[in-house]
């Protein structure tokens, strides 16, 4: 590893930008509803899926459902991120369900119970053991790669929220730039808990910083997409306010704690 301009830089291939020029929301919107229809923007992001028990490969849709590509790390410049809380009653058995209240932004709920997540009971530790909540608090990435026009969609869960802060702190004070002004790459490392359950806890790093042209697009870009991250996702009748599969978000629960933020 060496030092370079205040960054932690680790080898890595050269990032290949490959983002839409001149792209603005007004235009991006237009250009995707043309293409696919009545979606929601982010159903056509490839899902990241984090591991389960201490795996340490992230898992990609492939060609084929039943073959997840599983890849060590990934490398990329996140573009936006946002905190996300989920509520699913009762333990992890396995089910895929949606969970029973969603937040978008980590201050809104909607479902049961609903209402200001910061006043909730359920948003409380202790609420499920002695550390733990019962609603899971998360925080969603939309990493760009190199070579790919539209950004990933990654959900860390609790136990990893406490390393993203950790390098969000180190990176603003030590490289003073945007976080999308760098390429990053987010690996993993097995842990414990305190009962000895292995599990998955992400790791960051800071790859390149982006060169004036290639920050200028991205933040074009990043600029134009954020609106409509942010955007809480239309519930239709019928349908669940949000699809995120419950395991996702369950290993390593019993190692929760109170987060800083």
Not at 34 to 56: H, M, Q, W, Y
Request: with cysteine; proline share 8%.
């Amino acid at each position: 590893m060496q030092k370079q301009n205040n960054l932690a830089v680790v080898e890595t291939p050269k990032f290949e930008l490959a983002v839409l020029d001149g792209a603005n929301q007004e235009n991006l919107e237009e250009l995707i509803k043309e293409n696919f229809g009545d979606v929601e923007i982010t159903s056509i992001f490839d899902r990241v899926k984090f591991p389960t028990g201490g795996a340490l490969n992230f898992e990609l849709p492939g060609e084929d459902p039943e073959n997840p590509v599983l890849v060590p790390e990934i490398v990329g410049v996140i573009l936006d991120h946002h905190r996300v809380n989920a509520y699913w009653p009762g333990e992890f058995t396995g089910e895929g369900n949606p969970p029973q209240c969603y937040s978008h932004d980590g201050v809104h709920g909607v479902g049961n119970p609903g209402g200001l997540c910061a006043t909730c009971p359920l948003n409380k530790p202790g609420t499920k053991g002695e550390k733990r909540k019962a609603c899971k608090n998360m925080w969603k990435l939309y990493v760009l790669t190199s070579g790919e026009a539209f950004p990933m969609e990654l959900t860390l869960p609790p136990t990893s929220l406490n390393a993203f802060y950790r390098f969000l702190k180190a990176f603003t004070f030590r490289n003073r730039l945007k976080l999308h002004q760098t390429v990053v790459k987010i690996g993993l490392k097995r842990v414990k808990n305190a009962n000895n359950i292995p599990y998955a806890e992400a790791t960051f790093a800071v790859v390149e910083k982006l060169g004036d042209e290639q920050y200028g697009k991205v933040k074009e870009y990043a600029e134009a997409l954020k609106p409509i991250l942010r955007r809480p996702p239309a519930v239709r009748p019928g349908e669940a306010a949000v699809d995120i599969p419950a395991e996702e978000v369950a290993q390593g629960d019993q190692a929760f704690e109170e987060l800083p933020f």
